[in-house]
Each structure stands twice: as structure tokens, then as C-alpha cells.
């Protein structure tokens, strides 16, 4: 069975899945299972896609107009293919002509898997060339510390005349996760 997925970015009636459905269509797909969203392809939570991979049997194939319509990023159109593939469904982009039941788009998914991987160790090198280039200069990173030794030592003193550590997180404007992770574990250790 061939299962198709549209979407489009907007969530306004400026864009429309015409084009994609009709394509769809000819391509064999039919009406009852099409699929879409009306949500950014950097959305986690898309509906509609969620739903036409839950009505995939192995052997079916997910069809879209074009690759962008499906993932937000190469890595993450690999990472929908490869659960595609490890149950046993197929996957087919029309525009790109790329069908992994076909030595053609077989290829073609390992050349973007690769080219993933590649991405992936570029990001990586630059992080760490940059990590190191700040250490030089004398710059640690990480997340700014919002729990100053001045601060413990406000802590200290409040919770020394009585006052609760909520009513303490409530008026130091605190998350009770910060007190009760990072500040409590600094509190016992400089007791």
C-alpha cells in the first residue's frame, strides 16, 4: 500500500497541499491515505505524520512530493527513513526520484546517510576547535553559574532564621529545581 504525507509551513489558508495531493494521486497513492500537516518541518509533535506512520504495514511505502516536506534536517529525514527500512516499509520522494526499493534510491539514501555522518564530524571539529580556542584565551564554557557564593551565603542566613525553602525560591525568584539540585548540594558541602 502506498501511504502519502503532505505539508505545508503555514497554518493559514496562504498555503495550500494542492500541488502535493495531486501529485500524490498520480503517483498512485490513494485518497484515503493521505496524510497531512499544516505545521514547520522543525515541529516535533506533526500529527498528521505520526498518524500515516502508524497506518504503515511492512511492505507499505511512504511517498512524499519532495524531501523537504517530510524532515527538517538531513539528519532527520535519515533518522524517519531508517525506521522505515528497520520495519520492513519503503520510502519514495517524487521530485527527487528517490526510491529506496530501487538500486537507484538505494544509493542515493546511502549518499545522504553519508553525507549526514560527514555534517555530523564537521559540526563536531568546529565545536571543539572553538572550545579549545576559548580555553586559550581563558574562557571556560558552559552555562553562566545564577548561584554566586553571595547567594549561598543569603541562603544560609534565611534558612538559619526559620524560613522555608519555598517561601526562599518564591522570593529569590528561584526554580525549586535549581534550590533543591545545585544549592542544596553546595549548601551540605560547604557545611
Known sequence: ?????????SETDRQK???????????????????KDNASGAKEARTGLKTALAAMKSGDCLV???????????????????????????????????DTTTPHGELLFNLFGSLAQYERALTRERILAGLKAAKRRG????????????????????????????????SMKLKKSTFYGGIKQRLRSSQ
Open 139 to 170: 574562557r571556560i564554557g558552559g552555562r553562566p553559574k545564577i548561584i554566586t557564593d553571595a547567594v549561598i551565603e543569603k541562603i544560609k542566613k534565611r534558612l538559619a532564621n526559620g524560613e522555608t525553602k519555598p517561601a526562599i525560591c518564591a
Open 64 to 98: 512524499v512530493w519532495k524531501l523537504d516536506r517530510l524532515g527538517r534536517s538531513l539528519p532527520h529525514l535519515l533518522e524517519i527513513i531508517s525506521r522505515l527500512r528497520q520495519h520492513n516499509m519503503a520510502f519514495r520522494s517524487l521530485t527527487e526520484q528517490m
Open 17 to 35: 497541499t494542492d500541488l502535493q495531493r495531486d501529485a500524490l494521486i498520480k503517483a498512485g497513492v490513494d485518497p484515503k491515505h493521505l496524510f
Open 1 to 9: 500500500m502506498l501511504v502519502g504525507y503532505m505539508r505545508v509551513s
